[in-house]
Every structure is written in structure tokens, then in C-alpha cells.
């Protein structure tokens, strides 16, 4: 009886992105994972379904060798120059990363499809208040007179169905107003989250203007990009304004009715009268 020729291997994928000689390489245990280190100290992860690169992360000088837990969750690689020389040893949990990235995938797709707007962040959904009136005429207004102003030159404004990711912190948000420039950049193909703002304008609202003033700013202040913060009150007459200094500090103002304001980044001006019209400071009945 003749036996069966035998089949020759079959090359799944040619992984590159090293820049020093590989030295070592470990599987996880459901050979989804494949984590690489090269001498130079990088170490990257390689998703086997795909045959693309996962993540690179910054090792030990002279890696010797690297390993994945049974359950595939933590990755460890041990580095050292000489043989009695002092060793390192650096851990990742390498499950963490892919994780968060899927549930942003989960978070975009429910958001698209959904009536109301929800923020993200640690891959937590957070469901928005809705907005008064007047908090939406104001917006409107602010809107409307930069779109005025704007015409002709690269930046163009968008409320607040434009969603604005912070990419440094993670979190996904929707602005009332915000300026994009020239260069803008986008969080997918779908052109709907917005990275690059060079102007962010909230509306203060007695729920959110805590958050808004605070932990929110906490996080507009993180973008590169952006040049100006304001804070439009809805129940008075004024303007609280944020604007970087060239040393990458923030310059505080409070503009009331007597000054002007001016978004200096955009060259654009605001009016008192065009900002505030059809708005009641009297209390909206229910």
C-alpha cells in the first residue's frame, strides 16, 4: 500500500516591524496571540487571526526572552546585558488592550444606531441629560454666527451631533459648538467623531456645569489641538473663556455684556445681542 505524498507547508503570514534582530517568541495558549521581542528592548503583539500587529511595547534592554501566561491574559519578558549583570523582569496584562478596543467598536455601533447620545469612557456608557430651550437657541445662535463668519476660510463649525473623541483620556463626548480647522482628523471613515478641535463651546446647564467646568475640562485639556474653551451661561449674560498660551498654559477670562469676546484662533468675534437672542432669563415652566 502506497502511502500519501505529504503536504507541504503552507506560509500563513510574514510578520515585520522590527527594527533589531528578533530573539525570542511565545504563543498564546489559544494561538491567537503571538508576542515577539528583539533585542533592542521592543516587544510587539501580533494578532494571528489577522496576521497583523496588535501593539508594540517598550521592554527591557536586551531582551533574552519572553513568555505568556496559561490563560493567555499576561505577558512577561526578562532582559539583562551579562550574565551577572542585574536583570529585569516587566509584565503586561496584554488582554486589557484589546478588550477596551472592542468595547469602543461595541460603543460606536450602539451609538449610530441609537435616538439618544451617550458618552464613553472606560468602557462605560453614560446616557446625556437633554437640553432646555434656551440652551438650544444659544447654541444655535453661537452656531449659526461663526458659520457667518467662518465662510470662505478652513475651519467650519458643527454642533452637537459632531461626537468628539479626546484621545488622550479615551473619553467620547458631544460639545454644543465646536471649531474644526484645517487638517482635521477623524476618528474613523465614518467622519462623525472628531480628534483635532481647535475650539470646544459648552452651554452650561445646572446638571453638567460642574462637570462641564471641572472633570470634563479635565479632559478638553489634554487635546493638542485645541486653542479655545468656552463656558456660555444660560442663565445670565456671560462668557467664561480658556485659551492656551504659547507655553501650553491657560490664559482665564469672564466676559460679561461690557466686553467683547474674541475667539482669536479663528478670528471670529462674538455678540452679546446675536448670542442671546430669543432667550428668557425668566424659569422655563415644565
Known amino acids: ?14 510578520l515585520k516591524g522590527h527594527t ?20 533592542d528592548g521592543t516587544l510587539k503583539l501580533w494578532d494571528m487571526s489577522t496576521g ?56 460606536l455601533a450602539f ?22 430651550r434656551s440652551h438650544h437657541r444659544i447654541s444655535i445662535n453661537i452656531s449659526g ?10 475651519c467650519e463649525p458643527f454642533m452637537s451631533d459632531m461626537r468628539l ?25 465614518e467622519l462623525d467623531t472628531l480628534l483635532t478641535p481647535t475650539v470646544v463651546i459648552e452651554v452650561l446647564s445646572p446638571s453638567t456645569a460642574d462637570y462641564d467646568r471641572g472633570t470634563k475640562w479635565d479632559h478638553y485639556r489634554q487635546i493638542d489641538s485645541l486653542q479655545h474653551y468656552l463656558l456660555v451661561s444660560q442663565d445670565s449674560m456671560q462668557i467664561d473663556m480658556y485659551t492656551r498660551n504659547e507655553d501650553n498654559s491657560w490664559r482665564f477670562t469672564v466676559h460679561q455684556p461690557d466686553s467683547s469676546v474674541s475667539i482669536e484662533a479663528i478670528g471670529c468675534q462674538l455678540n452679546w445681542a446675536e448670542i442671546y437672542a430669543r432667550v428668557s432669563f425668566e424659569p422655563e415652566s415644565a
Not at 500500500?1 to 510574514?14: D, H, V
Not at 498564546?28 to 533585542?39: E, H
Not at 521592554?59 to 519578558?77: E, M
Open 20 to 39: 533589531g534582530s528578533v530573539v525570542d517568541m511565545a504563543f498564546s495558549p489559544d494561538s491567537k496571540t503571538l508576542a515577539s521581542a528583539s533585542y
Open 52 to 107: 497583523k500587529e496588535r501593539a508594540t511595547l517598550q521592554g527591557t534592554q536586551a531582551v533574552r526572552s519572553v513568555a505568556i501566561s496559561p490563560d493567555g491574559k499576561i505577558l512577561a519578558s526578562v532582559g539583562g546585558t551579562f550574565v551577572n549583570a542585574p536583570g529585569e523582569l516587566k509584565v503586561w496584562d496584554i488582554v486589557t488592550e484589546k478588550t477596551q478596543v472592542e468595547k469602543t467598536k461595541e460603543y
Open 1 to 14: 500500500m502506497s502511502s500519501l505524498p505529504a503536504q507541504e507547508p503552507k506560509l500563513r503570514a510574514t
Open 111 to 132: 451609538e449610530r444606531a441609537s435616538k439618544t447620545k451617550h458618552e464613553f469612557l472606560d468602557g462605560e456608557v453614560f446616557a446625556m441629560s437633554g437640553a432646555s
Open 165 to 189: 473623541r479626546i484621545f488622550p483620556t479615551g473619553l467620547y463626548t458631544y460639545p454644543d459648538v465646536v471649531v474644526a480647522c484645517e487638517n482635521q482628523e477623524y476618528d474613523d471613515r
Open 145 to 154: 454666527s461663526l458659520l457667518t463668519q467662518l465662510n470662505g476660510t478652513p
